[in-house]
Each structure stands twice: as C-alpha cells, then as structure tokens.
C-alpha cells in the first residue's frame, strides 16, 4: 500500500525558472495538501484540493503559485519565476474524504526540496 | 490571530527516561490538537490526537495531555528510545467551513542519549 508519493525530492532551479512539484495522494484518499516548511520552522498551509476543486487557497502566495489536482494524474504545485525565497521542503499530504476535518491525521509524503540559486 | 508555539527548541534525554514535550495555543475555537513526529530527511507522521473536548488521552507509549484553562499541550513518551529522536511539532485542527487546515508550531528537536 503505498504512501503519498511526492516527486522530484529534490530539485534545483535558477531564480526566474519554474518550478513543478508532484504529488500522487494515496489511494482511496481524495483530499490533497500542500504545506511549505522553512528551514528549522514548521509547515505552513498553502492549498487545500479536492480533485478538480481549490478548496482553500489562503496560504498561496498572490503571485506566482499555483495548484492543481486533475481527475487524472497527480496534483502539482507549480512556482513560476521562482526566487530564493522559494527555496524551501514542499510537503504534500493526502487524507481520505472527512477524515481530516475530524481528527486532523493527514498523511504525509517524504517532500520535495527545492533549492533556487 | 492564531498561533501555535512550542516552549523550548531542543530536547536532551537519556534512553530510558520519561520525554515531556510542551506547546502553546492560542486559538480557543480549534476542535482537535494533533503531535507530528518528523524524522531527518522525511515527512511528518501523525503520532496522536485529541479532541478538545478531552484533557487526556493515550496511545503506545505515548500520552497527550490538554490543559484548555492555560491552552497547553504537552506531549508525554515512556522509555524514550533512540529511535524516538526527531523533531516534535504540535499542531491544531480548527475546520471552518470545508477546511480542515492544521496550523503547525515551529517544533522542538528530541535527542536521545544512549
């Protein structure tokens, strides 16, 4: 049974290129997450998805981020002209359908980090 | 607004001993506060929960403790082991509408020695 699988896990940009960041939810789960950790910080929220639907965007960024969750295929978080700033652990996380407004468990990926020079 | 912050950012303990993890809260209207145990390199696992409605609940070989009176968490682990070092981070669950958006502390650093 696998996890949530988030890919690359690692990956270097320059500032100004883009960024593409996956993550397959595990299966039977619906419900994806997209959380961003700074070094020695805790992760913060950008996005909640339900396939096809933004549910919460209120932790993206205006500009440049933006997600998505198709009817096939894994939801991406995508950085255009990324900056240093955006170096950061990118933390996909998948829950089944109610379960997370219940208990708050949300099951995590191993992350993606993504450095910009 | 809301925060989530923990009290102090390492931990040292002997193998063997009790750990004590503590955090903060601020926001009165979350209904479920979770520990998150994130290991070198990996992704955040879910330890155990508890709704606020509770003040205590248990798991193996852990215990969570709620003090809603102050807005406390805390954390306890029996035996610590090596295998228990990791960063710690506590978090709450306050849904709003279809949301159900954890708000993350910062996280406390638990080191095991042999």
């Known amino acids: 049974n696998a996890g949530v699988m988030q890919n690359p896990r690692h990956l270097v940009r320059r500032r100004g290129q883009e960024a593409r960041l996956r993550c397959s939810p595990m299966?039977?789960?619906?419900?994806v997450y997209w959380y961003r950790q700074l070094p020695e910080e805790g992760l913060k929220f950008m996005v909640y998805l339900q396939k096809e639907n933004i549910i919460d965007e209120s932790g993206m960024p205006k500009e440049r981020f933006s997600a998505e969750f198709p009817k096939e295929g894994p939801s991406i978080l995508r950085i255009q002209q990324v900056v240093r700033g955006d170096s950061a652990a990118y933390f996909c996380a998948s829950s089944p359908p109610g379960t997370a407004r219940r208990t708050g468990e949300l099951f995590f990926g191993e992350g993606s980090r993504l450095t910009v020079l | 607004g809301e925060s989530v912050g923990l009290h102090l950012p390492t931990l040292s303990v002997q193998e063997g001993d009790n750990s004590i993890i503590n955090c903060a809260y601020s926001?009165?209207?979350?209904?479920?506060f979770i520990w998150y145990k994130q290991e070198s390199g990996k992704g955040p696992q879910f330890i155990i929960d508890i709704r606020s409605n509770m003040d205590k609940r248990q798991g193996q070989r852990v215990t969570v403790l709620l003090n809603k009176t102050v807005k406390h968490l805390s954390l306890q682990i029996a035996a610590t082991q090596p295998g228990d070092s990791a960063v710690y981070f506590c978090?709450?669950?306050?849904?709003?509408?279809?949301?159900?958006?954890?708000?993350f502390g910062k996280g406390i650093t638990l080191s095991v020695r042999p």
């Open positions: 299966k039977g789960h619906s419900h």
């Open positions: 926001n009165s209207a979350s209904d479920y």
């Open positions: 978090a709450e669950n306050s849904p709003t509408g279809a949301n159900s958006k954890l708000t």
